[in-house]
Structure formats: structure tokens, C-alpha cells
């Protein structure tokens, strides 16, 4: 980057971008496609924001941190807890999420459809 790495601007939102799994660069490097963020009328830095499908992958590993563990290493209602986050962050619009997810979790496709199905009863849907 240009810019210092310790500007206040990019110490303000590197933990957002990093939970995001998104990627900082300088100005000048900022593609149609990125995000530029300004401070005080100057352009400090730009945004990359990653695919969906490599925000799925970012957001299980952030769990697997969270919870110290592989997440196939959880127990059920664990398992069904990460299903439900998940569905709340959108995984599932994601093509194939139910296979990461169902990967990631060491279950079947027809489990992770089934512990969603459950909720979304228990939530009246």
C-alpha cells in the first residue's frame, strides 16, 4: 500500500476485513470491482472483497477457531448450532454451501438439510 499500514482508516477496518476474508491494497490498485475507502477527500486504500464461495471457507475456518476444533469434532447440537449460524449468514445461497458445510461438519448433505429442517419447524417456517 501507499499508504501507511497504520493510517486510522485501515486500523479501523482491518479486523472487519480480515472477518470478511476480504483483502486490503493501495488506491491505485482498486479494479471496478473493489471498494475504495477515503479519509478526509484522499483515497487511503481499496477493498477486495472475496468470492462468495471463499467466504464460506473463511467463515468455517473462523469457527473452527472459535470452538479450539475441527468442527466434524463437535457434538450434535454443536454441529447444529454452526448450521444455524451459518443459514443466518447466508452459506446456503452459496452453490454447493451444503456440501462445504456438510464437509466441514463430517455429515451427511442429508444431515445438514435435516438439522435446517428442524429449525426452521421449530421457527414455524
Known amino acids: 500500500m501507499t499508504e501507511p499500514a497504520d493510517h486510522p482508516l485501515v486500523t479501523a477496518v482491518k479486523p472487519l476485513v480480515d472477518a470478511m476474508g476480504a483483502e486490503i491494497l493501495a488506491p491505485d ?17 481499496a477493498v ?54 456438510a464437509g466441514a461438519l463430517g455429515v451427511s448433505r442429508f444431515t445438514v438439510y435435516n438439522y435446517l429442517n428442524r429449525d426452521n419447524a421449530a421457527k414455524g417456517v
Do not use: N
Not at 490498485?29 to 486504500?45: H, K, R, Y
Open 29 to 45: 490498485q482498486a479494479t471496478s470491482e473493489d471498494v475504495v475507502l477515503a479519509w478526509e477527500g484522499a483515497d487511503v486504500m
Open 48 to 101: 477486495r472483497l472475496p468470492q462468495l464461495s471463499e467466504s464460506l471457507d473463511h467463515i468455517l475456518a473462523a469457527m473452527e477457531r472459535r470452538h479450539g476444533m475441527p468442527l466434524a469434532e463437535l457434538d450434535r447440537k454443536a454441529k447444529q448450532g454452526v448450521v444455524r449460524t451459518l443459514e443466518a449468514r447466508g452459506a446456503f445461497s452459496v452453490r454447493h454451501g451444503v456440501e462445504t458445510v
